[in-house]
Nanobody, 117 residues
Framework: QVQLVESGGGLVQAGGSLRLSCAAS????????MGWHRQAPGKQRKLVAD???????NYVDSVKGRFTISRDNAKNTVYLQMNSLKPEDTGVYYC???????????WGQGTQVTVSS
């Protein structure tokens, strides 16, 4: 099993930046892909960005050029650098670790990101 702890969320004005962190522990060898998923109020949780063990990266179109996902293998930690934040980026950001389908992986507790206009 994998345990995930997110941090770094907060309240920021439009145009500002935040960096989210997700620290993994437990069965690290079972992880092939880690990612960040966002759930806005009343909306379905959706993928924002993920990174595979082989370093292949994927972003949802709406954050391309603004967000950067990265990984520190020595710390078993994945980051999401969020720049030029927009109100529509608001939501709870959940870290996920899985082999393939994130729905069958592990989830963190979530960290709230609120972008004010």
């Amino acid at each position: 099993q994998v345990q995930l702890v997110e941090s770094g969320g907060g309240l920021v004005q439009a145009g500002g930046s935040l960096r989210l962190s997700c620290a993994a522990s437990g069965s690290i060898e079972s992880i092939n892909i880690m990612g960040w998923h966002r759930q806005a109020p009343g909306k379905q949780r959706k993928l924002v960005a993920d990174i595979r063990r082989d370093d292949v990266i994927n972003y949802v179109d709406s954050v391309k050029g603004r967000f950067t996902i990265s990984r520190d293998n020595a710390k078993n930690t994945v980051y999401l650098q969020m720049n030029s934040l927009k109100p529509e980026d608001t939501g709870v950001y959940y870290c996920n670790a899985a082999w393939g389908d994130p729905d069958f992986g592990s989830w963190g507790q979530g960290t709230q990101v609120t972008v004010s206009s």
